[in-house]
């Protein structure tokens, strides 16, 4: 059985970064993120490949939000800066053992989740 950890949420003011980490309990998997914001569905946010070759991102994000890995440590970050408070929302870490595209059934693992919390 995977296991994701994420930690790096938190409350932080609009204009603000914060830096998400997960670990996971096994490697060679692609990762990424998702989020669900109070009242609405849970959407992609971001996506990177085994070798960190290919990201992907929604649109919301581009140019704000930075996703990296270190596979030696088999921990996935999420660099989120200029956050804005529709960015509110609990963040969860996915895996995938080949490929993830956008969608839920995509992806094989989940994370816990971690609060995001972003002041006006």
């Known amino acids: 059985q995977v296991q994701l950890v994420e930690s790096g949420g938190g409350l932080v003011q609009a204009g603000g970064s914060l830096r998400l980490s997960c670990t996971a309990s096994v490697s060679n998997y692609g990762m990424g993120w998702f989020r669900q914001a109070p009242g609405k569905e849970r959407e992609f946010v971001c996506y990177i490949s085994i070798g960190g070759r290919m990201t992907r991102y929604t649109d919301s994000v581009k140019g704000r939000f930075t996703i990296s890995r270190d596979n030696a440590k088999n921990t996935v970050y999420l660099q989120m800066n200029s956050l804005k408070p529709e960015d509110t929302a609990i963040y969860y870490c996915?895996?995938?053992?080949?490929?993830?595209?956008?969608?839920?059934?995509?992806?094989?693992?989940w994370g816990q989740g971690t609060q995001v919390t972003v002041s006006s």
């Open positions: 996915v895996a995938v053992k080949i490929f993830g595209g956008t969608a839920e059934y995509d992806y094989d693992y």
